[in-house]
């Protein structure tokens, strides 16, 4: 077995899409018992070789073993133990809700697959991003193409030959190469492209789809911001965001990106930062099983560039090496919003400060940008988390964590606007592969009731009609509702009302007992 990285011949790629398609149309994909092998298949394909994917991941980006299995590997495993789980009752045909008009014809959703499907993965995590795909993919009975990233070539090699080995490879195929086999590729239609990555090329695939008419979801990244309160927990604010940014050495779609504090806290939080770094990396971060390293030199020399020319100051870390592509955790305090660190997503372990005189100040800037895939808040006070998350739009909105919603389960992941769009994981990936068929099959009997519809048109048939088909509204509404009252006010109120009641019942009783 090879674990060289040989780009699959361009020539080869329309034979195995017309041999896909030729299987998937022969009704192969479809059967459960099928799926569930399949699965499994790709259950074991990953557990079997673990060591091997964890020296794949450490070979293509230095990572360290604990966050090889707990960002990458195990997740995975997890995400396919819940898909098997649940894929039957997700592929159920579903009736559609009572209607007196159309119940009779026994209307129902059938749960089909799209067709062959794409799915393009990114690097940064390489297995996360493309193992639990192919599972909802082959969940849903689609075939599945494959197109991992070439800048993780030996976790894309390994994965590629181990597919060729458990997987059925009339049904699933793992192509191998960069912009050019891409390209091609998107000369087909598709059932459903998936492509995660950077929003530029994001933009082409979304242009690529558009000419084959072929559905596209874009899971993409940008600039996570965190709003951090000065009534939050100090110490554990600190541990999640500086692991949050120091994990897979920053190069995670959902690193918190930067921090907005108001301008009297900015010390005390810096100080807690640079605590929990003592603890965290009491010899060096950059000593060996660590940290993550940049992925390429032209990764390494993007982020070196944007620390070599921050106009902030460094106050934690700022360490690198270019021979090893390490950067080390760094912080960065009075960032200004015209500084580079806030021109780009950093994808890298630069964690810049914001200071703002008011929140407000935060909130205008955050809106003023593209929605990022998430917002973070930390804090104790609960006005100031709906605060933050009423006022935002995002992917996701977390409170007091970092980075670990995306294997959350049950929870749908994905951006919103130019973060993304479409989500994924569990059910909702195998949705997102899925096609709502809607069926019905109508009895003869029911033009007794709809025979109106057929000509000549007459009167009497109108008259049928309405009775049928125009519905009643409840009254006309007086006005519009009153202004938005936020949910921060509501709590307000409910708990003062409760007060009041508590305090009456009080009274009440002392008055009683006089
Ligand atoms: P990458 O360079 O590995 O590219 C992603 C994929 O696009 C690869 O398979 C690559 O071959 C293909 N590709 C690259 N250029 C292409 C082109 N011109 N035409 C066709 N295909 C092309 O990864 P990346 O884009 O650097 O990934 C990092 C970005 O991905 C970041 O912005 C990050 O936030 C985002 N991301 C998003 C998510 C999410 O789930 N929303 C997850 C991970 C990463």
Redesign the pocket.
Known sequence: MSDQLVFTPLDEIEKIYNELKATFASGKSRPIPYRRYQLLQLAYMLKDNIKLFEDALEADLGRPQLEARMLDIDPSLVEIKSTLAGFEKWARQESAPFSINFSPMRPVIRKEPKGIVLI??????PLF?TIPLMASAIAAGNAVVI?????TPATTALLANLAEQYLDTSLVRVIKG??QE??KLLEYTWGHILY????K?GK??AAAGAKTLSPVSL????KSPVFVDSKCDLKTTAKRLLWGKAANAGQT?VAPDYVIVQRDFQEKFVEALQDVYREFYPYKASASGQMSRMVSPQAFTRVNNLLKNTKGTIVLGGDTDETTKYIGPTVVKDVKPEDCLMSE?I?GPILPIMPVSSIDEGLAYVNAHDHP?SVYVFSQDSAFKAKIFDNTQSGSALANETIIHPAAYGLP?G?VGPS?SGYHTGKYGFDMFTHLRSSLDAPGWLDMLLGFRYPPYTAAKIKAMGRLMNPSFPARPKGPPKAHVSRASWSKWFTFLLALALAGGLMKRQFLKM
């Open positions: 393009i993965s990114p690097f940064n995590y991003l197109k991992p990233t070439e800048n960069g912009v891409t390209t995660t990555g950077g929003g090329v082409l695939i899971e993409l990244g940008g779609c997503e994808f895939l992941f951006g993304g």
